[in-house]
């Protein structure tokens, strides 16, 4: 009897350890450590005629009604690192909804081949804040835009002599998704 006890004992301490073992989870394991990782931010930047802020002024004088008049050129580039989607919008004029605004088209058009035009549709009065599309340019590259005011004749041009107008183009860059 005591050899029957003493073989139940070791098959329980046995039954025991196994489970034990089995449980604990004691099986081969190992570990590396992958050490000084870092983020980096991307960035995203327009900037005319290489300045950013406030950089480049339009500005005719004697516009006339049949006038398709050059203003001027400005380089618009995307200094950051990711691809951006240039637009522009016009704000500030100044008076508003004066007579010259009535009647005068701004046309931003590529300076280079294609000679795509962007916005050019409204009178400056009717374009005030419209979001006008123009490309998306990827990391460094830049687009030359001309600029053109077109006055066509119409019948309410007397209304515009003499005459001054003011606005500003806000340029944006914004992240392509």
């Known amino acids: 009897m005591k050899k029957k006890h003493m073989l139940w004992v070791a098959l329980a301490a046995i ?6 073992m089995f449980s604990s ?6 570990n590396v450590s992958s050490t000084g990782n870092s983020l980096t931010a ?18 005719l004088s004697n ?4 006038d398709w008049a050059l203003g ?26 004066g007579p010259l605004g009535a009647l005068v088209y701004p046309v931003f058009q590529a300076n280079v ?4 035009r962007y916005g050019g549709n409204l009178v400056i009065n009717n374009a005030v804040g419209v979001h006008v599309d123009v490309m998306d340019l990827a990391a460094g590259e830049s ?3 001309v600029v053109y005011f077109s006055w066509p004749s119409t019948s309410g ?3 515009a002599q003499g005459a001054s107008l003011t606005f500003d183009v806000v340029w944006h860059l914004d992240q392509v998704h």
């Open 15 to 20: 039954a025991v350890m196994g489970i034990g």
């Open 25 to 30: 989870g004691a099986w081969f394991s190992d």
């Open 42 to 59: 991307a960035t995203l930047y327009v900037s005319v005629n290489d300045t950013r802020g406030t950089t480049q002024t339009y500005t």
């Open 63 to 66: 516009i006339k009604p049949g």
């Open 72 to 97: 001027g050129q400005a380089i618009l580039k995307n200094t950051g690192s990711i691809p951006g989607h240039l637009w522009y919008e016009i704000v500030n004029v100044s008076p508003a909804n």
């Open 113 to 116: 081949e294609p000679r795509t």
């Open 143 to 145: 687009i030359p835009l």
């Open 157 to 159: 041009d007397n209304a």
